[in-house]
C-alpha cells in the first residue's frame, strides 16, 4: 500500500538553541504520524485497549542528513510498514523539508502486546482486517555495530516526573532521548549535530523510579556515544546509540535571514 502522509509546522516547543528541530521532536512527529496512520485504520492505541491491547515501539533508528528544518518550516512525514510478521511490524519513515529534500530517515519496530499479560499478541491479522498491507522497503536500518573501546563520561540520575510519562501511565519513549541529550554540555550542542540516533527499549519505567543515564564515548575520531539507561535495580530500561558531526559553522548563521517567512 502507499505510504501515509501528514504535514507539520515546526513550532516553538520543537526547536533548540540553534532554531532548528530537534531529534527529540523528529522522534514525535513520526510517532505522531504513526498515531495518525493506525487511528485512520481504526486501530489506534484508543481503540485497540478496548481489547486490552497496547501498541509499543521497541526499536527506533534516525539518519539525518543535511540542515534539519528551522522554526516555523513545513515538514511531511511519510510512513508506512515495510515488513509484517505475525508478531512484529516494521514500520519505515522519511521526512522532507520545505525545499521537498529528504532531511531525515529510518525506521521502528513496533508490537502489540496484552494490557494484563504483557505478552504479545500475534496482529497481522488485526493489520490484514484494516486493511494494511507492506508498502516494501522506504529505508534499511541496521543495529549499529562499533568495533572500539567505550570510556565511561558521566552518570546523571532522573527523577521520572509526571511530564515524562504517555498515556499508557509508563515513561514516554522520548522522554529517554531527551534524558539522554541533557547530559551532553551546551558547548557541544552547540557545536555538533547528531547525524545518527538508535534507540533500543527494554522495558517500562514508571512515575517516581529513579533512573540512570550512564554516558559513554567510543574511543573513535567521531563522536560517538552510548547511553545506557537504567532503572533502581541495575538493569537496562533502554540503550541510546548516537552519532555526532560538527557544525560549529552554524552558529555563525543569521538565523533572521535563513528563515522563511
Known amino acids: 500500500m502507499a505510504p501515509f502522509i501528514e504535514t507539520y509546522k515546526v513550532l516553538g516547543s520543537d526547536i533548540d538553541i540553534q532554531y532548528r528541530i530537534t531529534p527529540n521532536a523528529l522522534l514525535h512527529y513520526f510517532q505522531d504520524c504513526f498515531a495518525r496512520f493506525v487511528s485512520s485504520h481504526?486501530?489506534?492505541a484508543f481503540d485497540i485497549?478496548?481489547?486490552?491491547l497496547i501498541w509499543l515501539i521497541t526499536e527506533f533508528d534516525l539518519n539525518c542528513t543535511g540542515d534539519r528544518p528551522l522554526w516555523s518550516e513545513n515538514i511531511r512525514v511519510e510512513i508506512g510498514f515495510s515488513k509484517i510478521t505475525p508478531i512484529r511490524m516494521y514500520a519505515d519513515f522519511r521526512i522532507y523539508d520545505c525545499h521537498d529534500r529528504i532531511f531525515a530517515e529510518g525506521c521502528s519496530v513496533w508490537v502489540v502486546i496484552h494490557a494484563a499479560t504483557k505478552r504479545p499478541f500475534a496482529s497481522k491479522e488485526m493489520l490484514e482486517n484494516a486493511g494494511i498491507t507492506e508498502s516494501g522497503d522506504m529505508f534499511k536500518g541496521i543495529a549499529p555495530q562499533v568495533k572500539a573501546e567505550k570510556i565511561a563520561v558521566k552518570s546523571v540520575n532522573h527523577t521520572v516526573n509526571i511530564s515524562d510519562l504517555d498515556f499508557n501511565g509508563h515513561v514516554c519513549n522520548r522522554s529517554y532521548l531527551r534524558f539522554a541529550i541533557n547530559t551532553?554540555?551546551?558547548e557541544f550542542l552547540n557545536q555538533n549535530k547528531p547525524e545518527r540516533i538508535h534507540v533500543k527499549f527494554v522495558r517500562e519505567a514508571f512515575l517516581n523510579e529513579v533512573l540512570t543515564c550512564n554516558v559513554s564515548k567510543y574511543d573513535t575520531?567521531?563522536?560517538?556515544?552510548?547511553?545506557?539507561?537504567?532503572?533502581?535495580?541495575?538493569?537496562?530500561?533502554?540503550?541510546?546509540?548516537?552519532?555526532?558531526?560538527?557544525?560549529?559553522?552554524?552558529?555563525?548563521?543569521?538565523?533572521?535571514e535563513a528563515l522563511i517567512r
Open 184 to 186: 551532553a554540555p551546551l
Open 42 to 44: 481504526r486501530i489506534a
Open 221 to 256: 575520531e567521531q563522536d560517538i556515544f552510548s547511553h545506557e539507561i537504567t532503572g533502581e535495580d541495575g538493569k537496562t530500561v533502554c540503550s541510546i546509540y548516537s552519532e555526532w558531526v560538527n557544525d560549529s559553522k552554524a552558529i555563525n548563521k543569521d538565523i533572521s
Open 49 to 52: 485497549i478496548k481489547q486490552d
